[in-house]
């Protein structure tokens, strides 16, 4: 390296390595680069204002794709979190993905700490659900969530590490949202005990709002937690699996809404935060997926 | 390793500065030359920083910590970005781990930025009951019983087919005096594969550890360009695609077909070889096995 300007490559990350060391890689090669947290830090220094020699780093860097050359130096450089994100989810070499014979995600699941383990067999077991549903939502969200108790239970019961990682059922929550209804007017579904939820502190018209529905509706939201999602992967990778499973759960609803409602129409996601903190949910810890809703006064099917 | 939460985050605000690095979860993204962005614990929002902040959090002993602004500083305690260092030492044997998951949550930030909302018609009942069975072609497949079955499954519903951004292609391996081959778009056009053995390397890793006998495969993409897409597009690219799955894995049931779903079957490859064009996004994939 001589003078020339280096920028971060797209999908470059830093990370600390554990006491003053810190991990800096890039999605674009899957190189890691473990150093000591000064000389990394005399590299962010020296590519924000190049005018002194590179510092020794700065050259390894670049050898492994992690610093990449910069023709345009001294422009604005902006990398999209987007392009980013999809270059460290095309990586296949995970070690808790797919391999052939499964060693390497065995190894890292015995890696699973109890009280990771705890947590996530908590994530599958329902909170107090005191409420009724609205009576001709209970068949929705019930048969909507038929696989999703079928994981919840695999998780609860089976006790094998791989069943950590069946996150279907657990990381979704089903919000029954109801404008005209006498008490609360949303709640939150228990997926364990047909017919019954738990009332939220929040108003179904400002979540149906949210996506640009009147209160003349009603309907069921698919949100869901992050948290369940991190604490079975650890990577972002997962985060496709997140959104694909949502998209998934969101159809089981809409069709179950469809069978009760024919005309049921689907909000589709990202809802992005307003839909959240409707539901008086963080939108940095929850990711509302989609609502499928129908006219309060349809007729059902 | 666990995410930490914010409140974990309280017990380390307390501790004598010479002892604080990064915090084990935390990631630090690039944005720009000179701008970073920060993420602490959990998915917390990205707290943007300068090069010259960023340097002083890598080392705490180097000489740029001494102009770290007193307010950042407690403000990167508080959010868990700053913690004892040798406290969280992490074990780094699995490297991936190293990565964690900071891009995503780069990501996720950027969409909650973005206002998106669509309303999309749910396919009717009609829609979902697959395309009429069509005279068998000489290119396309001779129908068995489970041949029909395969058939009907993956025939596209209404609102798939008429999605011009998405693409799905059959991969049969044994179906019934089916050809086995690559079936792009519906059964009409079975294409070469310059990589006839790439099904075959697939399907056993994705599917058949769990023992499930792969008879056919559907494959979903979604035409999404990750370099000028907003995370709200890509994400909702992602979303659709899980929608479209569950449809097939619905119409699998309906006609008594066994089937596994997973969206982390690498096939990312077959987009460019099948000649779909430029841009797909690989979905996921619906294996279908016998009844």
Known sequence: VTSERLRWSDGAIVAPAGGRRAAVSTASTGRLWITSGAALARVVAWVADPGDPP??????????????????????????????????????????GADELAERRREVLGKFEAPTRRAILNLARSRPAPDPLPSDLIDVVWHATDRARLYRRIVRSDGSAAALLYSYGAAYDLYVLDPGAPTASVLLADLDARGRGAAVDADATDVLRSVGVNSAHRGVAVVGRLEDFQLRYHHAKALRGFLVDGGRMLAEVGRAMQRRFPDAWLSRAPLGAPTCRALRLD??????IGISFVRSSTETG | VPPRTLRDSAIVAAEPLDTLGLAAPVHLVPDGRT?????????????????????????????????????????LIATGLLAPGDAEAQDRRDRWTAVGWGPALDF??????EAASYHYRLPRATDLAGEPIVEATEAGPRRSTLGREVYETVALPGPLRDDPNLRAVTAVLAVDQVQP?????????????????????????????????????????????????????????????????ALVEARASEHGLPFRCNYAVSTRSLAKTLDLGAGYLSLGAVALGAP
């Not at chain 1, 700065?58 to 270059?87: C, M, Q």
């Not at chain 1, 939108?283 to 509302?288: E, I, R």
């Not at chain 2, 996720?108 to 930025?113: C, D, G, H, K, S």
């Open chain 1, 55 to 96: 510092p020794p780093l700065a050259a390894k860097l670049r050898d492994a794709g992690i610093l990449v050359d910069d023709p345009n130096g001294g422009e604005p450089f902006a990398p999209s979190p987007t392009l980013a994100y999809h270059r460290w989810s095309e990586r296949d070499d995970y070690a808790d």
């Open chain 2, 108 to 113: 996720l930030a950027a969409m909650r930025t």
């Open chain 2, 35 to 75: 701008g970073w962005r920060a993420y602490g614990a959990g998915p917390s929002a990205g707290i943007p920083l300068s090069a010259a902040e960023v340097a002083a959090c890598l080392d705490p002993d180097g000489p740029a910590w001494e102009f770290l602004d007193p307010a950042l500083r407690r403000r």
């Open chain 1, 283 to 288: 939108p940095a810890t929850h990711v509302a």
């Open chain 2, 181 to 245: 081959g690559w079936y792009v778009d519906g059964w009409q056009a079975r294409r070469e594969h310059p990589d006839e053995d790439a099904l075959s390397r697939i399907a056993p890793v994705a599917f058949g550890r769990a023992g499930f006998p792969v008879a056919a495969l559907l494959l979903l993409f979604v035409r999404c360009d990750p370099a000028a897409s907003t995370a709200s597009r890509y994400a909702e690219a992602h979303v659709v695609g899980g929608i479209h799955l």
